[in-house]
Each structure stands twice: as C-alpha cells, then as structure tokens.
C-alpha cells in the first residue's frame, strides 16, 4: 500500500468538500466550532464513512493498517468520489494489483483503425504513457507530421513542453485545462504502474515546466475532463478554435482523442480541408 500517497488523496478530497453542501446530519452547526481548514472535519467524514475517528485520522497520517474494501467503499461514498476516484482510492489501498509498467503489447487492430475511420476528423490514439500510437493524416496536418518524430518524442506531454506557446494555446478562461487534464491523467497512470521509470520522467518533465501541471499533480486530482477547447496556430489555415475530446476504448489503457469545431464555421471548413 502507498500508505502516503493514500493520505494525501483522502485529505484533499476531504477538503474540497463543501460543508454547506453536506446535509445537516453529517456536519457539526457552524456555532460549535470555527473552521481553521477548507472542507469537512476529519470526525465529519469518519462518522459518514461509520469508522472511528482515531481510525480516519491514522489514515491520512500514513498510520492506520490497509483498509477493506468495506471500509474503502464507506469512504468513496462519504467523500462523494467519482468512479475514477473510487478505482484510484482502490489502487493506492491496494485493493487492485499495480503493475511495474503499461504492457508494451501491439495495439489491437480494431483500436488501431479507429483514427482513419473518423477521418476526416483529426483523431490519433494514446495509451496510459501519452504515447501517441496511431494517427490520422488530418492529425498529422492539424498537429504535426507524426511519423517523422523519434517515437520518444511522440507523445502528448512532451509536444506541449515543445510546441506550448507556438501551435497550441487555450482561448479565455480555459487557461490550464490541459495541464490539469494530463496531471489527472497520469496521476492516474502512475497509480496503475507506479514503478513504472518514463511515466516518472515525464511527470518531472511537465511540473518543471507547467506550473499548473505541478499545482494539479499536487492537488491529487484524477477526475478525467473529456474535453477540452483549444486555439491553434496553423501555419496554412491561421487560428482554429476547436473542442478537444478524448474517449476511453474500453477494457484497455487506450485513449482516443480527436478534435471538432462549430459547425459551418472556419475552424470546421479548415478541417475539413485538412481531411481531403
């Protein structure tokens, strides 16, 4: 058990819940007692999940023994997770097996086939690494010609640490968005493979370069965001504001990204070029 890893991730999500939102059960009146901290009490959230206080405050201190799945699934509910959280809390208790690194098996053909039968949308396909694996040739018009780049270099974290600032940005107010998406998602990874030695470089490689990849790395977030709006500066089409959407291939590790635009508009009419 990542027994630090664990009391991290309960402490945070115990503090991004809203005491106000709580029912009126499940949270002492606000006169009893000032909040020195953000969310819930430590006894708020042990009387919900039905365990002892001096139990959940050994939890995240990194003291307590491995937690069952009962108790497991009591927290989930009290601190309201997600199924991707559950599935997280899951793996840090090791309540499911972790391996030492993504299998590095051929990717199945019918996965493989899925960018070219979405063409003309661009679309590529990502395993848990962000290594990107297949591609469509809209994807390589839109972003960059794939199948010219070591295969080191192909994959979506290390081309935002290359390309950020010059092909792709976030249009107002969604400033972030992808840092946080991929600091979510390998948060996640690194739980599944947490040995795993290049998922550790990479998740270096952007904290030290994205601010808000460490930010969202340090909050413990691993919600996934399916989608994204993002501006890019293409050298033949100009701007293209587009919604970036990735979709998990079920019963693998896969991910399938592809990007579409308002229909009728520029952006829409420069992909559709970019696909014929």
Same mark, same amino acid.
């Given at each position: 058990?990542?027994?630090?890893? /664990?009391?991290?991730?309960?402490?945070?999500?115990?503090?991004?819940?809203?005491?106000? /939102?709580?029912?009126?059960?499940?949270?002492? =009146?606000?006169?009893?007692?000032?909040?020195?901290? #953000?969310? /819930?009490?430590? *006894?708020?959230?042990?009387?919900?999940?039905?365990?002892?206080?001096?139990?959940?405050?050994?939890? *995240?201190?990194?003291?307590?023994?491995?937690?069952?799945?009962?108790?497991?699934?009591?927290?989930?509910?009290?601190?309201?997770?997600?199924?991707?959280?559950?599935?997280?809390?899951?793996?840090?208790?090791?309540?499911?097996?972790?391996?030492?690194? =993504?299998?590095?098996?051929?990717?199945?053909?019918?996965?493989?086939?899925?960018?070219?039968?979405?063409?003309?949308?661009?679309?590529?396909?990502?395993?848990?690494?962000?290594?990107?694996?297949?591609?469509?040739?809209?994807?390589?018009?839109?972003?960059?010609?794939?199948?010219?780049?070591?295969?080191?270099?192909?994959?979506?974290?290390?081309?935002?640490?290359?390309?950020?600032?010059?092909?792709?940005?976030?249009?107002?107010?969604?400033?972030?968005?992808?840092?946080?998406?991929?600091?979510?998602?390998?948060?996640?990874?690194?739980?599944?493979? #947490?040995?795993?030695?290049?998922?550790?470089?990479?998740?270096?490689?952007?904290?030290?370069?994205? #601010?808000?990849?460490?930010?969202?790395?340090?909050?413990?977030?691993?919600?996934?965001?399916?989608?994204?709006?993002?501006?890019?500066?293409? =050298?033949?089409?100009?701007? /293209?504001?587009?919604?970036?959407?990735?979709?998990?291939?079920?019963?693998?590790?896969?991910?399938?990204?592809?990007?579409?635009?308002?229909?009728?508009? =520029?952006?829409?009419?420069?992909?559709?070029?970019?696909?014929?």
């Amino acid at each position: 058990m990542s027994s630090g890893e /664990l009391a991290d991730f309960l402490r945070r999500r115990r503090e991004a819940l809203r005491p106000e /939102l709580m029912p009126a059960t499940a949270v002492h =009146p606000p006169g009893r007692r000032a909040r020195r901290t #953000p969310g /819930l009490r430590r *006894e708020e959230v042990a009387a919900l999940a039905g365990v002892s206080t001096s139990y959940y405050e050994r939890l *995240e201190q990194a003291r307590a023994r491995r937690p069952s799945a009962q108790v497991l699934a009591a927290l989930g509910t009290a601190l309201r997770l997600t199924a991707a959280e559950r599935e997280h809390l899951a793996r840090l208790a090791g309540q499911v097996p972790s391996g030492r690194e =993504p299998e590095r098996t051929p990717v199945p053909d019918d996965a493989r086939r899925l960018p070219d039968r979405l063409a003309p949308l661009p679309a590529y396909l990502v395993d848990a690494r962000q290594d990107i694996l297949a591609w469509n040739d809209a994807a390589a018009a839109l972003i960059i010609d794939f199948g010219s780049l070591p295969a080191g270099e192909r994959n979506t974290v290390r081309l935002s640490i290359r390309l950020g600032g010059t092909l792709c940005s976030a249009p107002a107010g969604a400033e972030g968005e992808f840092a946080r998406q991929s600091a979510a998602q390998l948060r996640a990874a690194h739980a599944r493979y #947490p040995s795993d030695r290049v998922l550790g470089e990479l998740v270096n490689a952007f904290a030290a370069h994205s #601010p808000e990849f460490a930010a969202g790395w340090r909050d413990h977030d691993v919600r996934p965001v399916p989608t994204l709006r993002k501006r890019l500066r293409h =050298p033949r089409f100009g701007p /293209l504001d587009l919604d970036c959407q990735t979709l998990l291939v079920p019963g693998t590790d896969l991910r399938l990204v592809l990007y579409t635009a308002e229909p009728g508009g =520029p952006s829409a009419s420069a992909l559709d070029l970019m696909g014929s």
